[in-house]
């Protein structure tokens, strides 16, 4: 009985734990998201899906933006091979590590 | 030496003309060619070199040869807002057009450090100068073949080999051509 109790206390603990993960989770996406909105001045609303060549500010200013922010702020540095890699938000999302 | 830009004008939906921006570009340099030297060109004559730049495959330099007292054919496509612009010339040629804008504002140290590599004193810092600036610099980038370059140091050793031209005729847009030095530019647009 009191092993039931701890397993229920242990799912509820894990439940938990795994709820906060995914409201940080989430919350990062809308994070980079934003940031990327930010970074390419964008006036829609960026989704992970969109397809990069489809997003009229998505230039060639925009992409030197990208590298200076990855560099800035995740200490990354881009190359224009990874940049021709991205096809989607989600492919920079990816990266944004 | 002369520089031929032609300019084509899109007047799709955004997202229309982001999709077709490529396709017009590439009938743009057609034109170019068939008007230039007669040649109507297929679309297995252009190639990609590993960086991605689009050049003239061996058979159709020889074929624009010889209706240019041997000289070759070079070309850069570029589009921006509404205009699509295809430059070309008989040296290497990098080309660049931009509607006019503020520069993002994480891009000012990069800015200034590619205003010390062209040479530029000018303390005017208006949205017409920061344009300019960014035409230049992209254009030198396609006439180098290396896409963006990202390393502004790798620029200077470049610069000095080339020259610029630059034209304003379109309203509110500007259009840089980079060419090997000791030709002059002169950039005549053809609008279609």
Redesign the interface.
Known sequence: MAGLVYSDIDLRGAFQYNKRKKEKTVMEVKEKLALLADVLEVEDELTPEMVLSEIDEYNSMAKLSLIVMMSDEFSKKLTNEEIKSFVTVQDILNYME | MEVQVYVYRMTET??L???RESEYGRKLLYDAVKRQYGIALASDDIMLSK??KPYFTEDAQGKIKERNDGLGCYFSISH?GEYVVCAIADTEIGCDI?RT?K??S??YP?FLEMKACFGIESTEWSEEVQTEL?TKY?SLGKYMG???P?DIKDLESVVGNVCFGVSREIDEYIISVCITKGKNVEIVLYEK
């Open positions: 955004r997202v003309r982001k999709r960086q991605g921006s931009q804008r520069i993002p994480n891009l990069v960014w992209e290396c896409g963006i990202i």
